[in-house]
């Protein structure tokens, strides 16, 4: 009788990966694959952090411009050097995009960066000066660092949401490897 109602259950359990293999992001690290942000997916990256992709040669554009991994760094008036700690690069779409803002958008942005992402290298450098200093991109930061925080304490105000989402990703891992 165990083995009539072990079928069943293994049926299921097959629909149920097949489900989630057609909803899987294919890059979970591309911010043009972040549609729709689920709060276990934004616990998942601000966990994570940022991925920064250095070590490519990045695709020209008809101009011949392309991303530069030197855009990760901003340069100070007074010749100091701060790393863009949100600044991440899609490589399905060839453009860059505010982590923070992709990611939160507390205070809905117009701006490429936290949208659909920008790819206009002749003026990157004044759109990454301006979009640093604005009061959404602030807003957004400051959002991110609380989260990233309250994770790294494991004090986050849904603990114990947090703590079933993590044991149904390590259930899950079992059963998909």
């Not at 966990?47 to 411009?65: A, C, L, Q, W």
């Not at 991110?144 to 044991?167: G, P, S, V």
């Amino acid at each position: 009788m165990n083995k009539i109602i072990l079928i069943p259950k293994l049926k299921e359990k097959e629909k149920e990966i097949n489900k989630l293999k057609e909803t899987t992001i294919k890059n979970i690290y591309d911010p043009s694959q972040w549609t729709n942000i689920r709060t276990s997916l934004r616990y998942f990256l601000v966990e994570k952090g940022p991925i920064k992709i250095t070590n490519i040669d990045f695709p020209k554009d008809e101009f011949s411009r392309h991303f530069s991994s030197s855009f990760y760094i901003q340069k100070l008036s007074n010749s100091e050097q701060r790393k863009r700690r949100w600044l991440i690069y899609s490589q399905d779409l060839d453009k860059v995009f505010c982590f923070c803002c992709k990611l939160f958008n507390v205070v809905p942005s117009t701006t490429k960066l936290a949208n659909e992402g920008s790819r206009d290298y002749k003026n990157i450098s004044h759109k990454l000066r301006n979009h640093e200093i604005s009061n959404k991109h602030i807003t957004n930061m400051s959002f991110w660092i609380d989260l990233e925080t309250r994770l790294l304490k494991n004090k986050i105000i849904d603990k114990h949401i947090q703590e079933q989402i993590n044991r149904d990703r390590k259930r899950r891992r079992n059963i998909l490897f």
